[in-house]
């Protein structure tokens, strides 16, 4: 053997399995198709927003009290910003701010809505996500509630997501967010002193040889372990970028198809000027919707910086994507100017702007994995091992309550890593 467990993916979930194999003193080696380890999370530096660090991707430690990485954050002394309690907060009603009657209605829109998804969950075995508002007719904010839970939050349309697939990964807690970026505290305090080899992506993966050992082609030729951890997305799973000898049985097909990958698109527009649109700094501002309208968030000059950022998900973001940057920042200025005027015009003429790509992504193909309506057991099944542990699945499409995170990601790493360990030392 070349190793004890090649690792497919230097993401979250890699580096957890990886970082769990080191411990425990078992050869390991991180193949990385891409030239960066972090896989969606990633920060950067774009000069559009004056160079000031920008997250592509993950943006915060959900659940900070009950997040693994949160406790490695703080062992290596970094900042966490309490994203929660700095952020103010403004929502609109049409072209007006909300009252103080509708803010405290909203306030108790999320626990109606909740109320409503377990009445169903009771009687259902599962239901759409967008089930939950038809049952509130008569709410003024189920749509929105369901535009955020859906598009926004779970980057998929409602009437695709499965309700108990949500309920299951409700997550509570604060949400930090490591000064820096969440991609930059990844790449910082998770890849160091693991054998990863970057430019080097995965094309073939024969399992079940002699002893369940594994063998996987590479470009730069073949690595042959006792077991093997592939961290990669569903949508690169469904898209045949990696060949399985044998053929992975019909069951893990079948799960990584019921967990498709979502998108959600970020666009940030930098101020020409002074005018911060009347808000104050690290201001989110959303709006009541209607059924079918579409919901784009803002968070206006985070952490006091001169640009505005707002996100969407779902059929949107992939049409938005298709149409291409420019549809993207107009689709952006738009919503804009519907709560504030044609003084947005005249704010962003000219300014730098940035809009993320991840459907264009080869190595991710979409923002993170969804769950088809009556197919909430699929991410414990994709989590299962193959071959007596010598084939095993991990990320954040694998977890449960932290789906979609990367707290979820490297949970499900560390878990099949454990997995593996137990592979090698049978086959020793």
Not at 315 to 339: C, H, I, K, N
Request: aromatic fraction near 6%; glycine fraction near 12%.
């Amino acid at each position: 053997m070349d190793t004890d467990v090649v690792v497919i993916g230097a993401g979250c979930a890699g580096l957890g399995a990886a970082t769990a194999l080191r411990d425990a003193g078992v050869r390991c080696v991180v193949l990385e198709a891409s030239d960066r380890v972090g896989g969606r999370a990633w920060t950067t530096n774009p000069a559009a927003l004056g160079g000031v660090w920008f997250d592509m991707g993950a943006v915060w430690l959900h659940d900070a009290e009950n997040n693994p990485l949160t406790p490695i954050a703080r062992a290596a002394g970094d900042t966490l910003l309490r994203s929660d309690e700095i952020r103010t907060e403004r929502t609109f009603v049409g072209d007006r701010l909300a009252t103080a009657a509708e803010l405290a209605d909203y306030d108790g829109a999320a626990g109606r809505y909740a109320a409503a998804a377990d009445m169903l969950l009771a009687q259902h075995d599962d239901v759409p996500l967008s089930a939950i508002a038809r049952a509130l007719p008569d709410d003024p904010w189920a749509a929105t509630m369901e535009a955020w839970e859906g598009p926004v939050i779970c980057v998929v349309d409602a009437d695709r997501f499965s309700a108990r697939d949500w309920r299951d990964n409700a997550l509570g807690g604060s949400n930090l967010v490591p000064d820096g970026g969440v991609g930059a505290f990844v790449a910082r305090r998770c890849a160091t002193g693991l054998d990863i080899r970057l430019g080097t992506p995965a094309t073939r993966i024969a399992w079940n040889g002699p002893g369940g050992r594994v063998t996987v082609d590479t470009p730069r030729g073949a690595i042959t372990a006792v077991a093997c951890i592939v961290t990669v997305s569903t949508g690169v799973l469904a898209s045949g970028a990696i060949r399985f000898d044998p053929p992975l049985p019909a069951s893990v097909a079948d799960s990584a198809a019921a967990l498709p990958m979502g998108l959600a698109m970020k666009v940030a527009l930098r101020a020409n000027g002074a005018d911060r649109l009347d808000l104050p700094m690290h201001c989110s501002v959303d709006r009541q919707v209607r059924a079918g309208e579409t919901l784009m968030p803002f968070q206006c000059w985070p952490f006091g910086r001169d640009y505005v950022q707002g996100w969407v998900g779902g059929s949107v973001a992939w049409d938005l994507a298709a149409a291409g940057e420019a549809a993207a920042v107009d689709f952006a200025l738009s919503q804009l100017r519907g709560l504030f005027g044609g003084r947005v015009d005249r704010l962003f003429a000219g300014g730098g702007h940035l809009v993320t790509g991840w459907d264009a992504d080869p190595w991710a193909r979409g923002a993170y994995s969804t769950c088809v309506p009556g197919q909430s057991a699929a991410r414990r099944q994709l989590a299962e091992p193959l071959g007596d542990g010598h084939l095993l699945f991990a990320g954040e499409a694998c977890h449960v309550p932290f789906a979609s995170t990367v707290a979820g990601a490297w949970i499900s790493g560390q878990e099949a890593a454990r997995a593996a360990m137990r592979a090698v030392a049978g086959s020793v």
